[in-house]
């Protein structure tokens, strides 16, 4: 006979619930974001202080102007 006990099996503990805020935090890609932020700062920066190189293209806001009047405004943009 065996006198050793059987390993008695348990449930793992209960985790504790993350509100909202916290999942979307956790499952967020922060480096993704951070690296898309620090490039249209740098482009930003680039182009204010006119580094050479850089004095032809137009800054982030004047991109977001045009892209705003000429596309999003369009049926045709959305129709494609």
Do not use: H
Request: aromatic residues 14%.
């Amino acid at each position: 006979m065996n006198d050793e006990a059987a390993p008695v099996l348990t449930a793992p503990a209960a985790r504790p619930k993350l509100s909202p805020v916290r999942r979307w935090v956790k499952g967020s890609n922060w480096r993704g974001a951070v690296c898309v932020a620090g490039f249209l700062l740098l482009w930003e920066l680039l182009v204010r202080l006119g580094v050479s190189g850089f004095e032809g293209i137009p800054t982030l806001g004047a991109v977001w102007r045009a892209f705003w009047d000429k596309y999003l405004a369009s049926a045709k943009y959305w129709q494609s």
